[in-house]
Every structure is written in C-alpha cells, then in structure tokens.
C-alpha cells in the first residue's frame, strides 16, 4: 500500500455559481490523525460530503488507498473502509447499547434487513458486540437504552457502532461539539485509542483536542486550502490567524 490512505485531488463542487469547495488538494498519510479546520462558511462539511460520496463533486478525483473512488456511491464506499461517523452511525435511543452496536454489525454481515431471522441466529453477534463497547468504555452500560446515556457516552456509543463497520479510515465531523470539559478528556482519549491501526480524519473547532490528537492539519477558507502542516506551524500563520479574525478558538 501507498504512503497516503486517502487522497483528494483538485476537489471542487459547485451549487448554482457558488464555489463552495475550490481545487482542494488534501493527503492524509495512513495510520495518522489529520485536522481539516477552518472558520464557520470554510466548507469542511462539504469536503467531507465529497469524500464519503454523499455529494459528488463537480471536479477533481477521491483516492482510498489509491484506488479512484471518485464515482462510487457512499454505501459502496463503506464498504470497501471509509466511513463517516456521527452520521452512518445515528443510534437508536430506545435500543440498548448492545442492541445498537449489533445492529450496526448486522450491516457489515450483510444481514441488517432480515427481520425475519430468528433472534439465536443475531445474538451470534454478542460477543463482538461487547467487545466493541468494552472498547469505547460501555462495556457495564451493555444493556442501558441509549437515550438514558449522558451525550459523551452516546458520542462513545457511535464511535463504537462505527467501529462495527471495521473501517480503515474513520471520518469524524466534531466529535467534541456541545461537551463539557468533563466530556472532552475522554472522548480525545478514545479516539486515540481507536486509532490504532486506522487513520483518522477530523473535523474539530475545539484547538487544544487538534493539538493534543493531530500530527497534521489542514486549513480551509472560503472553501480553499490556506496552508497545511503541524499544529506549530499552522497556529503560528498569519493568515490563519487572520481567517479566525485575530485568534482561534481554544
């Protein structure tokens, strides 16, 4: 396999006249966690819509694992291991914990409508299932409905329905948006965990999570890239510090 996980060449989508992503170039090395950030309006959220195919852009081309994956659907593209969390891997809030990260498995198993299998045939699924929420530290909430979870451990609880989806590369789009300070720790402290063996590409306007979690950042605005590198190098630019209108967020 190559250097680079996933890869975006000259990334561009166009609604009507308005550019909203503009020849993005973007490589985020395998193994690795990469910070796309930028102000409000910068077009993260689009680029990630571009990445996993839920739009499809007006030019450029998406690599994974460098295979061009630029005309693929979304479901195909999970598939074959890029995966958005937080979106793909809603709850159910009045399914346990253990019921939501079967039915997730039930997806990549291929038998997730099959209503009509017998429910012996489905807890085959147990086992893992409780290994993934022992994983994301719900593993004695196994039975608790998901809307009875505080919002960090509903937040662990899709981290661990998206790991059902065995994914090489996970897509997290603010996973710290609206925690409390006591939330935050563990949540970063996840997602480093769960990025052994996987790359990571994130969303986050949280600064201290991208410096303590990220090796590389990229920064949007105006739906281009302004610059790329590590935490010191970007936090230092004087034209990011001038996109965030005298500072960043921290």
Not at 133 to 160: F, M, N
């Amino acid at each position: 396999m190559g250097e680079y996980a996933l890869e975006a060449q000259g990334l561009t989508k166009t609604f009507g006249g308005f550019n909203a992503v503009t020849d993005v170039n973007l490589k985020v090395r395998r193994g690795s966690i990469h910070a796309l950030i930028g102000p409000n309006g910068a077009g993260k959220t689009t680029c990630f819509n571009l990445l996993t195919k839920t739009l499809t852009p007006t030019s450029g081309k998406v690599f994974l694992d460098g295979r061009d994956i630029t005309r693929l659907r979304s479901a195909q593209v999970a598939r074959q291991g890029l995966v958005r969390s937080f979106q793909i891997s809603a709850t159910f809030p009045h399914l346990t914990c253990l019921e939501n990260v079967r039915v997730a498995l039930q997806s990549n198993h291929g038998t997730a409508y099959k209503f009509w299998r017998s429910l012996k045939a489905v807890s085959a699924l147990n086992e893992r299932a409780h290994e993934l929420l022992g994983q994301v530290g719900l593993g004695h909430q196994a039975h608790t409905p998901a809307t009875e979870l505080s919002y960090g451990k509903k937040r662990a609880l899709e981290i661990a329905t998206t790991l059902a989806l065995d994914p090489k590369v996970m897509l997290l789009d603010e996973p710290t948006a609206g925690m409390g300070h006591e939330d935050i720790e563990p949540i970063t402290d996840l997602i480093r965990k769960v990025s052994d063996g996987r790359t990571i590409l994130i969303v986050e306007h949280n600064l201290s999570v991208v410096s303590s979690l990220c090796e590389r950042i990229t920064v949007l605005q105006h739906g281009e890239v302004l610059c790329e590198g590590a935490y010191a190098e970007v936090s230092n630019d004087p034209e990011v510090i001038t996109a965030y209108m005298g500072g960043i967020d921290e």
